[in-house]
């Protein structure tokens, strides 16, 4: 069963403008949540966590903002510049659920 | 999309014991990897799991510590040998498929190891 789901496995946005990339999840015992972040040829990296008890986290330009109520989270990225341009996993930590990934172009 | 199935999903085990971890896919797949999730640490790739040839190591990891099987391209295990507390991880089965004109990597649910 998929307990972390990413609906849309690609998204395409412009240099400077905001990426959002979200994820929903179905296990309301989920408490802690990381977004991970994957270049080709190479392994995930971290890029930011939020734990439940937070509705916002920020680093950066990276913002993730949690939703208890609508299970479900979003990572913001403003501005976007190329270098962003990745495979980006949402992850509940419990049983380390991973959602099945984002690919984000952004384009110069 | 990917399936994967992980066993077991958690284990407490004593120091100086081995733990096999099983992945099932699905589906048939060419790549196949273990990760290892360490409290407050990144995702870590330990090694790339090869069918019909040993696998393939990152930088730290061992073949004597962490022996990978990989008899056919649906199915793979990972051996944590001589256990310390040190090796108590979250430890990930992925795959990589090829969809198209893109590839795709799929996480199993993990399992948790903890060693006393």
């Known amino acids: 069963d998929q307990q972390v789901k990413q609906n849309s496995p690609s998204l395409s946005v412009q240099e400077g403008r905001i990426s959002i990339l979200n994820c929903d999840y179905t296990n309301s015992m989920f408490d802690y949540f990381l977004w991970y972040k994957k270049y080709p040829a190479e392994g995930p990296t971290f890029l930011i966590s939020?734990?439940?008890?937070?509705d916002k986290n920020e680093d950066g330009r990276f913002t993730v903002f949690l939703n208890k109520s609508a299970k479900h989270l979003s990572l913001h990225i403003v501005p976007s510049q190329p270098g962003d341009s990745a495979v980006y996993f949402c992850?509940?930590?419990?049983?380390?659920?991973f959602g099945a990934g984002t690919r984000l172009t952004v384009k110069p | 999309s990917a399936v994967i199935s992980q066993k077991p999903s958690r284990d407490i085990c004593q120091r100086g014991t081995s733990l096999t971890i099983q992945c099932q896919v699905d589906s048939q797949v060419t790549m196949m990897f273990w990760y290892r999730q360490q409290p407050g640490q990144s995702l870590t790739l330990i090694a790339t799991a090869n069918q019909g040839s040993e696998a393939t190591y990152e930088s730290g990891f061992v073949i004597d510590k962490f022996p990978i099987s990989r008899p056919n391209l649906t199915f793979s295990t990972l051996t944590v040998s001589n256990m310390s507390p040190e090796d108590s991880s979250i430890y990930l089965c992925?795959?990589?498929?090829?969809?198209?004109?893109?590839?795709?990597?799929?996480f199993g649910p993990g399992t948790r190891l903890t060693v006393l």
């Open positions: 992850a509940a930590e419990g049983d380390m659920r």
């Open positions: 939020i734990s439940s008890i937070k």
């Open positions: 992925s795959v990589e498929t090829s969809g198209g004109a893109v590839n795709e990597q799929f």
